[in-house]
Structures are given as structure tokens and as C-alpha cells.
């Protein structure tokens, strides 16, 4: 309990984080909707409502909680003067700050959400041999890669501040 209240707690919620979070969310929602509804977007058919609603919100809850974890992070770093210098490589400062392990339990939260309202949004239409199967890998990848990234650049922001 205490691990949530501090994952979100609003210490690390700033307007620069929303900010941040809705503008990514917005251009890699638009991304996701071209490529999973190119039909729609070109007006042959109708938007799919749950994957457009979900193409937006995700990558919005991931980049969210990928921002506060690394800015929490940061500071826990500053605190103890552990922290990396600005010139590590990429690669280092995600296996040494774990923000990889921080950005598979998002991607698989996120996931499970995710899939679990695609799911049931399906079975409701009674389309069980339709399920989607690219779009339910997809909502664990592109939150780890999103996630992993957006960690990363907060953590780098967070200390050279």
C-alpha cells in the first residue's frame, strides 16, 4: 500500500509532467489509430471506439506513471548522492536504475487492462474467433518500449535539473 501511495503520490505530479504526458499521448495515439484503423481513418468504415479511446489513454497512463517513477526515483538517487552522471549511455542507465524492471510491471498492468477490456469488449459482440491478436501483443510491448523510454528521458531530466 504504502508503495502506491508513493507511485502516486502528487510529490512528482506537475503540470510539466501532464503536459508532457497528454502531448506523447496524443501524437502516439494518432500513430496507433493510423496504423490499427487505416480503413477508418480514411472514412471506408467506422471507428473501432475502444481501440481509439484505448490508442489514446495508454499511452498516456504509461508515460504518466513512467514520469513520476523515474522523477521518484531521481530524487531517491539525489538523497543517497547515487546519482549517474548525464553522459551515461542509455543502455547503462536502464539496467543500473531499473527502468527496465519499472517498465515491464507497467507494460504489464497496462497490458492486462488493456486486454482485458478488448477482450470483453469482443466477447460482448460475441466474436471470440475475431479477436484481435496484434492489438493484445501490442498493448505489452508498446507500453515496455514507451515506458522504458520515457523513464529514461525523465531520469536524465530529473538530474541535470
Not at 4 to 19: E, T
Not at 26 to 51: R, W
Request: proline share 2%.
Amino acid at each position: 500500500m504504502k508503495y502506491l501511495v508513493i507511485v502516486f503520490g502528487a510529490q512528482n505530479l506537475s503540470h510539466a509532467v501532464l503536459r508532457r504526458s497528454a502531448l506523447l499521448a496524443l501524437i502516439i495515439g494518432s500513430m496507433l489509430t493510423y496504423v490499427n484503423q487505416p480503413s477508418a481513418v480514411f472514412g471506408t468504415s467506422d471507428f473501432n471506439k475502444v481501440q481509439l479511446l484505448l490508442a489514446y489513454l495508454t499511452p498516456f497512463v504509461v508515460i504518466l506513471l513512467s514520469q513520476v517513477l523515474a522523477i521518484r526515483q531521481a530524487e531517491i538517487n539525489k538523497a543517497q548522492n547515487k546519482v549517474l552522471s548525464v553522459s551515461r549511455q542509455f543502455k547503462t542507465r536502464e539496467l543500473t536504475e531499473n527502468i527496465f524492471v519499472r517498465a515491464l510491471f507497467i507494460s504489464l498492468f497496462v497490458g492486462n487492462v488493456n486486454n482485458a477490456i478488448v477482450m470483453t469488449t469482443q466477447l460482448h459482440h460475441s466474436k471470440v474467433d475475431g479477436l484481435p491478436w496484434f492489438l493484445l501483443i501490442q498493448s505489452y510491448v508498446l507500453p515496455l518500449v514507451f515506458g522504458a523510454f520515457s523513464q529514461a528521458m525523465a531520469y536524465r531530466r530529473c538530474i541535470t535539473k
